[in-house]
Nanobody
Framework: QVQLVESGGGLVQAGGSLRLSCAASGRTFSNYAMGWFRQAPGKDREFVAAISRLGVNTYYADSVKGRFTISRDSAKNTFYLQMNSLKSEDAAVYYC????????????????WGQGTQVTVSS
């Protein structure tokens, strides 16, 4: 079992930055790929970014490429989503997820989920 706890959401102006954190506990952190997904009201949950088990490879949705950066700190069992140049369309509840998967963009392939953290972007 893996427990995930997100933090770092909040209200930010368009063009601003936020860093989301996801602290993992339980099973060995390095066994899992880690991903960030988001869900806006009335929309499906969508893939944002993912990082492979050992942090070698990263993957991004086209909508965030060049603005968001995913990283992981295995010593702290934590991974991050640095979000820059935020836009109104980035507003959503952001979820971190963990799974023994290489299908990084598919939320169904992740076994463990955090509770979500709200990101609000004001224009």
């Amino acid at each position: 079992q893996v427990q995930l706890v997100e933090s770092g959401g909040g209200l930010v102006q368009a063009g601003g930055s936020l860093r989301l954190s996801c602290a993992a506990s339980g099973r060995t952190f390095s066994n899992y790929a880690m991903g960030w997904f988001r869900q806006a009201p009335g929309k499906d949950r969508e893939f944002v970014a993912a990082i492979s088990r050992l942090g070698v490879n990263t993957y991004y949705a086209d909508s965030v490429k060049g603005r968001f950066t995913i990283s992981r700190d295995s010593a702290k069992n934590t991974f991050y989503l640095q979000m820059n140049s935020l836009k109104s369309e980035d507003a959503a509840v952001y979820y971190c997820a963990a799974g023994p998967t290489s299908s990084y963009t598919l939320h169904s392939k992740y076994d463990y989920w955090g509770q979500g953290t709200q990101v609000t972007v004001s224009s």
